[in-house]
């Protein structure tokens, strides 16, 4: 098996040691904000703490911090909704804190692993440039992970947003390697829903940012294959892949 597919940062810490390369979805709202941001020029730092480090890490890599969704001031537009980050003016790096996202990429990153943002924004583009670079092979093995969200005690929850993005990638990958059962059936998630929009809006995840008055992250992650952007992670930071 070539392809394979998990959940949370446990996971991605197991399936980093044998991949190549290591595709991080996080929908709502993280790898969303990352393909935003490096589409619009910039630099994207994942950061693991949304905690008081966050802002010295931001000043030690000279870059903005991208602050939460409510915390936001016209001085200061950076959040981590993507909507707000589209209508914002963009800086060259971006500190983007995320307990999730941020912490499977480290992992990965930790291992060697070729890191990439995926999202259903750019699904497919992701897909081809994976594709034609070879991983999924035998010699290039390739794990999607999920990054899912967190329960009030700190385990994972598994979040359908997320589930249906990795399957989305996944999908758009048919033919390339062998894909794991638990890849597969990903896969087939994305394909077999019917209304994946309205799926996106409709769970846990999306209910929750309507509640929090952010319907607009939603519409946002919603925008399939809007995007050719792949953010790689590269010397710390997410940047637009750079050509063959």
């Known amino acids: 098996m070539t392809i394979s597919f998990g959940w949370g940062p446990v996971e991605a810490r197991a399936l980093a040691q044998a991949a190549a390369c290591v595709v991080v979805v996080d929908v709502l709202s993280?790898?969303?904000?990352?393909?935003?941001?490096?589409?619009?020029?910039?630099?994207?730092?994942?950061?693991?703490?949304?905690?008081?480090?966050?802002?010295?890490?931001?000043?030690?890599?000279?870059?903005?911090?991208?602050?939460?969704?409510?915390?936001?001031?016209?001085d200061h537009?950076?959040?981590?909704?993507?909507?707000?980050?589209?209508?914002?003016?963009?800086?060259?790096?971006?500190?983007?804190?995320?307990p999730n996202g941020s912490t499977i990429a480290a992992e990965a990153e930790g291992y060697g692993a070729t890191v990439v943002a995926a999202s259903l924004r750019n699904r497919t583009a992701v897909a081809r440039w994976l594709a034609d670079r070879g991983y999924g092979s035998a010699d290039r093995p390739l794990a999607v992970i999920a990054?899912?969200?967190?329960?009030?005690?700190?385990?994972?929850?598994?979040?359908?947003?997320?589930?249906?993005?990795?399957?989305?990638?996944?999908?758009?990958?048919?033919?390339?390697?062998?894909?794991?059962?638990?890849?597969?059936?990903?896969?087939?998630?994305?394909?077999?829903?019917?209304?994946?929009?309205?799926a996106l809006h409709g769970c846990d995840s999306g209910r929750e940012l309507y509640e929090y008055g952010f319907p607009q992250d939603v519409a946002v992650a919603a925008e399939t294959d809007s995007s050719t952007t792949v953010p790689v992670l590269v010397d710390g930071a997410f940047q637009e892949a750079s050509a063959p």
């Open 30 to 74: 993280f790898t969303t904000s990352v393909g935003v941001a490096v589409e619009a020029g910039a630099a994207v730092h994942p950061y693991r703490w949304r905690d008081a480090t966050a802002a010295a890490y931001a000043d030690r890599v000279g870059a903005t911090l991208a602050v939460g969704r409510g915390e936001a001031t016209p």
């Open 147 to 198: 990054s899912g969200e967190r329960w009030p005690d700190g385990s994972l929850r598994p979040a359908l947003e997320d589930l249906l993005g990795a399957g989305a990638v996944l999908s758009a990958l048919a033919g390339t390697g062998t894909p794991t059962p638990e890849a597969s059936a990903a896969a087939t998630l994305w394909t077999a829903t019917e209304d994946p929009v309205a």
């Open 77 to 98: 537009p950076w959040t981590l909704s993507p909507a707000a980050l589209r209508a914002a003016p963009m800086p060259p790096r971006l500190v983007l804190p995320s």
